[in-house]
């Protein structure tokens, strides 16, 4: 590590002393004992020690300014060399740079974007026939084929701090399988296998936008990747006014014009999701929905296989007392934790549309029907509060309703 400027003057005016004093046991000394970049500086002090004192007295400005011009022509060099013959650095000075290791993909960026646009205002908007939304939330948009068997998943990233951390199934290496392609004018990664088809790139404001598909066709998922736009549709908000009592929240992800919030009791989760302008329908369960009215608008209701089981008694005793489901019984000695169900079966579903404002709703839950209904005639308009999603995100395989 080169030594600060005033550190140096200050050895070299100590050396100077010593020389001063020790002069005549130097001089007498055999100099094949000193090194010979000391006995080169000491030459050139005694040939002109006014010259040296000069140049060690030239201002620090100076010196740093020099340094400084040293340093950035040797980074510009640098640069472009890299430049030339590294498409991650290349990546780098685009704002997104890819870093591979093993199979792990990770895109991260230091750089900053106006605050004013969220990643939200980005949507898709075409889709193949047979696709249904699941959810729109913090972890992105996701999307079923009918028979639950094809996924997709977009997501878009924010500049300022961001990581994107996901992989490719089957892909040991997933430079390998790795192509660049154009997308929407833009230069886009594409990796593809057997199993699955991920595509990463940057927009022109900044974000990084990443689809995720499966049993898609190559023509379709390009198509879905080309037609994701800014989303300019009114940001309508609205918020649950009744929920029951022993339902505790979890969560809530807003979006613009979409939200999802969820509530959990026992162990059993209740969820809402609603999404103006929708491009395809929400998934919902087989059978035939019987016909409801929300509102005065038409809705769908599809009952669950079985009916919602009392949780205030679940029939285990202890102490000569019945334990309910999601207590803690503790007696001499030990301790019952009894935890209740998440049964599918349980589960009922009702879909509904305001057609004034052509949002999407979509309640599931173990409740009845009478309560549902309560809950969905509950709805009301409210002030949109958007936030944005985690700056570090990890999308894999096998996780993110994959």
């Known amino acids: 590590m080169a030594e600060r400027p005033f550190d140096s003057l200050l050895r070299d005016a100590l050396m100077e002393a010593n020389w001063r004093e020790y002069a005549s046991v130097w001089?007498?000394?055999?100099?094949?004992?000193?090194?010979?970049?000391y006995l080169r500086w000491r030459t050139r002090l005694l040939a002109d020690p006014f010259?040296?004192?000069?140049?060690?007295?030239?201002?620090?400005?100076?010196?740093?300014?020099?340094?400084?011009?040293?340093i950035l022509l040797a980074c510009s060099l640098a640069l472009g060399t890299l430049m030339?013959?590294?498409?991650?650095?290349?990546?780098?000075?685009?704002?997104?740079?890819r870093e591979i290791s093993g199979n792990v993909i990770v895109y991260f960026?230091?750089?900053?974007?106006?605050?004013?646009?969220?990643p939200s205002n980005w949507r898709i908007t075409w889709l193949p026939e047979g696709w249904g939304l699941q959810d729109?939330?913090?972890?992105?948009?996701?999307?079923?084929?009918?028979?639950?068997?094809?996924?997709?998943?977009?997501?878009?990233?924010?500049?300022?701090?961001?990581?994107l951390t996901t992989n490719v199934s089957n892909a040991d290496d997933p430079e390998e399988v790795r192509k660049a392609i154009q997308i929407q004018g833009r230069t886009a990664d594409y990796y593809v296998t057997d199993r699955r088809r991920v595509l990463v790139w940057e927009n022109e404001a900044g974000y990084l936008l990443m689809l995720r598909g499966n049993r898609m066709n190559e023509e379709d998922f390009l198509k879905i990747a080309e037609s994701i736009t800014f989303y300019e549709g009114p940001g309508t908000a609205y918020e649950m006014g009744w929920v029951p009592t022993e339902y505790e929240p979890m969560y809530r992800d807003e979006l613009i014009g979409a939200a999802q919030e969820a509530w959990t009791y026992n162990q059993k989760d209740l969820l809402w999701q609603y999404v103006t302008d929708p491009?395809?329908?929400?998934?919902?369960?087989?059978?035939?929905?019987?016909?409801?009215?929300?509102?005065?608008?038409?809705?769908?209701?599809?009952?669950?296989?079985?009916?919602?089981?009392?949780?205030?008694?679940?029939?285990?005793?202890?102490?000569?007392?019945?334990?309910?489901?999601?207590?803690?019984?503790e007696g001499n000695g030990f301790t019952i934790m009894v935890s209740g169900s998440s049964d599918k079966d349980e589960t009922a579903t009702l879909l509904w549309t305001d057609p004034d404002s052509?949002?999407?709703?979509?309640?599931e839950g173990a409740l009845s029907r009478e309560d549902l209904l309560r809950m969905a005639e509950s709805v009301r308009a409210a002030e949109p509060q958007p936030r944005e999603p985690s700056h570090n995100m990890k999308i894999t395989e096998g996780t993110a309703g994959e």
């Open 51 to 70: 010259a040296w004192a000069k140049k060690r007295l030239r201002p620090l400005w100076a010196k740093a300014l020099r340094t400084a011009a040293c």
């Open 109 to 118: 960026t230091s750089g900053q974007t106006e605050k004013e646009t969220l």
């Open 358 to 363: 052509n949002t999407a709703f979509l309640l």
């Open 279 to 329: 491009i395809c329908p929400f998934k919902t369960p087989d059978g035939t929905p019987e016909e409801v009215t929300v509102n005065g608008a038409k809705g769908q209701f599809w009952a669950a296989e079985q009916p919602p089981k009392d949780s205030t008694g679940s029939g285990i005793i202890a102490n000569g007392e019945v334990v309910s489901d999601g207590s803690t019984y």
């Open 84 to 97: 030339a013959a590294s498409p991650t650095v290349r990546a780098a000075v685009l704002n997104w740079l």
């Open 136 to 163: 729109a939330s913090d972890f992105g948009w996701k999307y079923r084929e009918a028979d639950g068997k094809g996924s997709l998943q977009f997501t878009c990233f924010s500049p300022g701090d961001s990581q």
């Open 27 to 37: 001089e007498c000394a055999d100099t094949s004992s000193f090194s010979s970049d």
